[in-house]
């Protein structure tokens, strides 16, 4: 065991806790937005298709009628004065048409059609466009009744043709030398024009799909949670070196069967290899488990990890050195009443509080009673003296320590042993919490071993997959800093968090 202070194995090199949320969005993140609020897309999208019909049910139906009028020089003797006469009309049918909806037609339709609408209103019913290069007029006409429509846009193609040949100068004795003649009259449309329900459902359906994604997004950004190994990137390099999946509530792990003990573990028995693989060469060790905040497995993954150790033959003792509020005696159903408190102001030997469980699996020291200053008992020569004995007596010594966020005992005993490892709670701590986490560790010195993420989802991305993508995430996201590296192989990480 090295109780020398040594460098950290990865630079902690992170984003201000102020500007975590700034970090670069990529496409890799909407989808990750999409996926976890696909519920509320579909609810959304839903309740604007059904709101869209039925606005469209509520409106006055619209019918449509469409009559085309034909305008004409009929005073041409030649060829050359047709020509003339025509490309005079396409100068001047764009003001027939605004002819269309003056006083002077209106009036005339309200009287032959006997209506009651105003001429504003009559007027907002009618559109009258003449065609490009055309000498072609279309009227159209939209009123809530398919027979009166076409009947409007009929009068209004026969009045305006008496109107222009009435405003028109001419010779006495002659013929206006513009005609304007009816060429398609307008039929009545039963088939409404609006509203239509599917295309307002189909509206509907896309603004509450829009709707759902911007509060998605807002929802993304206004939470800091650490959700998986991509919200941990944004934070630190420091690797994340094992994964659990979020159990129910039950028994801690060493109180299971064994058989069932030994098939939810695979993720600690991962971590303990992983924990070999870096310190290559090492047969003593010393280890440091906590967090950020309180409740995030710690405790459960040294007990986890302590038995994982101790399949493999090592000699292991686990140290519950969380003095303020301990409960790893109770992971393994041990009395807890006397320990490391007890063994460090001299009231019991260290034989004498050392428990074993199990057919001598490992070796417990239990917390022992709350004492009122268990910052200064934690500095003490009676601790490093502890610390040393029992790093000669066992191969592996975790020490189950306080969260880094409320106190600084996890802080102060790391910078002791061998490294620290930093448990993460996914959907729980938050980004700025493990920020801060980590700059205590680095401000004492610590050796950050790497992260532990607990608790992930089955369904998040951090999960891993046998086959072709094991041992590699499944789509590497690039961020302002590289990518954590995770060692982790297996998607059947399980264990009590």
Do not use: C
């Amino acid at each position: 065991m090295s109780t020398q202070t040594s460098s950290p194995l990865t630079p902690l090199s992170r984003y201000p806790p102020s500007s975590l949320k700034a970090a670069r969005v990529e496409i890799h993140d909407y989808v990750s937005v999409l996926r976890r609020g696909w519920l509320l897309l579909l609810l959304l999208a839903l309740l604007g298709a059904l709101l869209g019909w039925g606005l469209a049910l509520v409106q006055p139906p619209k019918y449509s009628a469409v009559a085309k009028a034909y305008v004409s020089t009929q005073a041409a003797t030649s060829i050359g004065d047709l020509s003339q006469g025509t490309a005079f009309t396409q100068q001047v049918i764009t003001s027939y048409a605004d002819i269309a909806t003056t006083a002077s037609v209106l009036d005339r339709v309200r009287s032959d059609l006997h209506l009651t609408l105003t001429r504003a209103k009559l007027a907002k019913e009618i559109t009258v466009v003449p065609a490009t290069n055309e000498t072609v007029l279309t009227i159209s006409v939209s009123d809530g009744s398919p027979t009166r429509a076409a009947a409007i846009a009929n009068s209004v193609s026969r009045n305006l043709s008496l109107t222009v040949d009435a405003l028109t100068p001419r010779a006495v004795g002659t013929k206006a030398p513009i005609s304007i003649a009816q060429v398609d009259p307008a039929v009545a449309n039963r088939i409404p024009d609006s509203p239509k329900p599917l295309l307002y459902a189909a509206f509907g359906a896309v603004g509450g799909l829009l709707l759902a994604f911007l509060f998605s997004v807002i929802r993304e950004l206004s939470d800091t949670r650490v959700r998986d190994i991509d919200d941990v990137a944004r934070v630190t390099d420091v690797p994340v070196i094992g994964t659990t999946e979020r159990r129910g509530r039950g028994p801690a792990a060493p109180q299971l069967p064994r058989e069932l003990r030994l098939a939810r573990m695979e993720a600690y028995r991962s971590l303990r290899n992983n924990l070999q693989f870096m310190e290559l060469g090492a047969t003593k060790r010393s280890l440091v488990v906590t967090s950020s905040i309180s409740a995030e497995g710690k405790s459960t993954s040294v007990a986890s990890l302590g038995l994982a150790l101790a399949d493999v033959g090592e000699r292991v003792v686990l140290v519950d050195a969380d003095l303020r509020r301990p409960t790893l005696a109770g992971q393994f159903g041990l009395d807890g009443s006397v320990g490391l408190s007890d063994v460090l102001i001299g009231r019991v030997s260290l034989d004498a509080a050392l428990q074993t469980w199990g057919d001598d699996e490992v070796t417990v020291l239990p917390g022992g009673e709350v004492p009122p200053n268990p910052n200064e008992l934690l500095q003490t020569e009676a601790m490093a003296a502890l610390m040393a004995t029992l790093s000669e007596r066992f191969d592996t010594v975790l020490f189950d320590a306080p969260p880094l966020l409320p106190v600084s005992d996890a802080a102060l005993l790391a910078r002791r042993t061998s490294g620290a490892i930093v448990v993460a709670a996914a959907g729980e701590v938050r980004r700025g919490q493990l920020d801060e986490a980590l700059v205590s560790l680095e401000r004492a010195n610590a050796r950050v071993l790497g992260l532990v993420l607990t608790k992930v989802s089955r369904r998040s991305n951090s999960v891993y997959t046998y086959g072709a993508d094991r041992g590699r995430r499944r789509r590497p996201v690039k961020r302002r800093r590289d990518s954590v590296r995770s060692t982790s192989p297996s998607a059947s990480f399980e264990g009590l968090s």
